[in-house]
């Protein structure tokens, strides 16, 4: 595998589901992030990790939770989801967190998630 | 906070023709960004900008860092049919966050 991945591709959850979305990125990157992406509407960042912590968190709500248990490896938890919440997640990675040049942030596939 | 103005929202053109887009900000960025986005698929960098006044080019596109930082524009050449996406333009400060436009959809007809 290469770039940044994300499983499953698909989700389709109840609002009493738990379940869990998965990135891996495999290009050595020490910074990971969760975007949020609805129609007609610019990427919404929810949460930023840098060497496994967590930086940054935009009033997000409780349901969804983040993990991140290596810098390689970004997990999304949800639980007790509301139908608004449907939307294509992204996952992205970046050399490090610092901005500045050649420290472009790279994006997964998406998992398109459908809460019914 | 910043915000990207990114225009046109949509393009519908006929293969062939060239493509020109572009966001405005209402305040500087260190970095400009340009990504294209397939359906079900997650946002591709295209091209990179790191100074003011810079152009670079990546095959038929070309895109230009304004002058004052607070715009940049991108140009797609003799445009083909798997040009087709949305194009997302992308400003950075500092830190790592990215400010993202509201995207370009782009229709080319063939």
């Known amino acids: 595998e290469t770039g940044v991945t994300q499983t499953p591709r698909h989700l389709v959850m109840g609002m009493t589901n738990k379940k869990s979305l998965k990135c891996e990125q495999h290009?050595?990157?020490?910074?990971m992030y969760w975007y949020k992406q609805s129609a007609k509407k610019p990427l919404e960042l929810m949460f930023v990790?840098?060497?496994?912590?967590?930086?940054e968190n935009n009033s997000v709500p409780s349901r969804f939770s983040p993990e991140c248990p290596n810098s390689s490896h970004l997990f999304l938890h949800l639980h007790t989801l509301q139908p608004e919440d449907s939307a294509l997640y992204l996952c992205?990675?970046?050399?490090?967190?610092?901005?500045?040049?050649?420290?472009?942030?790279?994006f997964g596939p998406g998992t398109r998630l459908t809460v019914l | 906070g910043q915000q990207l103005n990114q225009s046109p929202q949509s393009m519908f053109i006929q293969e062939g023709e060239d493509v020109s887009m572009n966001c405005t900000s209402s305040?500087?960025?260190?970095?400009w960004l340009w990504y294209k986005q397939d359906p079900g698929e997650g946002p591709v960098l295209l091209i990179a900008?790191?100074?003011?006044?810079e152009l670079t080019s990546n095959g038929r596109l070309t895109a230009q860092f304004g002058i004052t930082r607070k715009d940049s524009f991108l140009n797609i050449s003799a445009s083909i049919p798997s040009d087709v996406g949305i194009y997302f333009c992308a400003g950075q400060l500092s830190g790592s966050r990215l400010t993202f436009g509201e995207g370009t959809q782009l229709t080319v007809n063939p």
């Open positions: 305040s500087i960025f260190n970095t």
């Open positions: 900008l790191y100074k003011a006044g």
């Open positions: 290009l050595g990157h020490n910074a």
């Open positions: 990790y840098s060497l496994e912590e967590r930086v």
């Open positions: 992205a990675s970046s050399p490090r967190l610092a901005g500045g040049a050649y420290n472009e942030q790279f």
